[in-house]
Structure formats: C-alpha cells, structure tokens
C-alpha cells in the first residue's frame, strides 16, 4: 500500500516562499504522474501543478511563473517551490500520485494535506 507525506506548509507573509515535499513509500509498478492540488474554503479541489511521466509539467494559470514542481524518482519524491505567494494562494495543498500497481491496475494516491496560508 502506497502512503503519502507532506510536508513544508505554514504560515508566511505575502511576496513570500515555501517549499512543500512529497515522499511515497511502498511500491508502484509504475508511476504515470505526481501532483499538487489544492482546496481553499468553499471551493472545490483544484490542480495546481504536475508532472507526468514522458508529458512534462503542467501548471494552473493562477500559479504559472511563481510555482515550481519538481520530482526525485530515485527518492519517490516531489516538490512544490512557491514563491511570489499571494493571499488567494492560502489552502489545503494536497499531493498526489497516480500510477499502476500491475500492467492494468490503476491507482490514485493522496496525501493527508498542508496547509498553506498567506498573510499578513
């Protein structure tokens, strides 16, 4: 059984940075993409960025420039640098694994969340 950890969330000013981590253990036959979401209060959970195996990554408009994902296969890990955080950027960040646990069995991971608020 895959299980997910977050790490890195709190509390920071705006203009500010964090850097959120992801660490999987437990194996997967293979992995098709890691991820970041996030949900704010009375909103739905959004996807903020991700990196596909062989697809590259992919970033919400609302954070494109500012956020950056990166992945450790060797260390099943994945990272989120924000920088330029703003207000609205508060949230539950989520990670996010999706893969294969045989040739056709496929399966979605989440980690337990972070919150992330930015603040004055």
């Known amino acids: 059984q895959v299980q997910l950890v977050e790490s890195g969330g709190g509390l920071v000013q705006p203009g500010g940075s964090l850097r959120l981590s992801c660490t999987a253990s437990?194996?997967?036959?293979?992995?098709?993409?890691m991820g970041w979401y996030r949900q704010a209060p009375g909103k739905e959970r959004e996807l903020v960025a991700s990196?596909?195996?062989?697809?590259?990554?992919d970033y919400a408009d609302s954070v494109r420039g500012r956020f950056t994902i990166s992945n450790d296969i060797g260390m099943n890990a994945w990272y989120l640098q924000m920088n330029r955080l703003k207000p609205e950027d508060s949230a539950v960040y989520y990670c996010?694994?999706?893969?294969?646990?045989?040739?056709?069995?496929?399966?979605?991971?989440w980690g337990q969340g972070t919150h992330v608020t930015v603040s004055s």
């Open positions: 437990g194996s997967i036959f293979r992995i098709v993409a």
């Open positions: 990196i596909s195996v062989g697809h590259g990554t």
């Open positions: 996010n694994l999706r893969g294969y646990v045989d040739y056709t069995t496929h399966q979605e991971y």
